[in-house]
Nanobody, 123 residues
């Protein structure tokens, strides 16, 4: 049974940093692209960043480019999202998804999802 578990969320002041983790189990992690999405209250889920199954391609939403960095450690079955210069509009529940042999595209049909971790950025 494939499982994704997000962690690292919390409350931070604007301008601060957080590092989110997405730990996977029950799947061949190195075969999966991992994407991060977020959902603010009353809004639709939106794409944040993704990394291809090989790690050779990354993709970012325009709103986070230059501030967020996605990376993967296949030895630990984990993908990280380093978030710097956080803004109040980054607040939301952050989810990771896994797509087999994916290229990290925004609109890919992700196969598995985690339960999410809350990120709150105060002004």
């Amino acid at each position: 049974q494939a499982q994704l578990v997000e962690s690292g969320g919390g409350l931070v002041q604007a301008g601060g940093s957080l590092r989110l983790s997405c730990a996977a189990s029950g799947l061949t992690f190195s075969n999966y692209a991992i994407g991060w999405f977020r959902q603010a209250p009353g809004k639709a889920r939106e794409f944040v960043a993704a990394i291809s199954w090989s790690g050779g391609r990354t993709n970012y939403a325009g709103s986070v480019k230059g501030r967020f960095t996605i990376s993967r450690d296949n030895a630990k079955n984990t993908v990280y999202l380093q978030m710097n210069s956080l803004k109040p509009e980054d607040t939301g529940v952050y989810y990771c998804g896994a797509e087999v042999l994916g290229l990290g595209n925004e609109n890919s049909p992700y196969d598995y999802w985690g339960q999410g971790t809350q990120v709150t950025v105060s002004s």
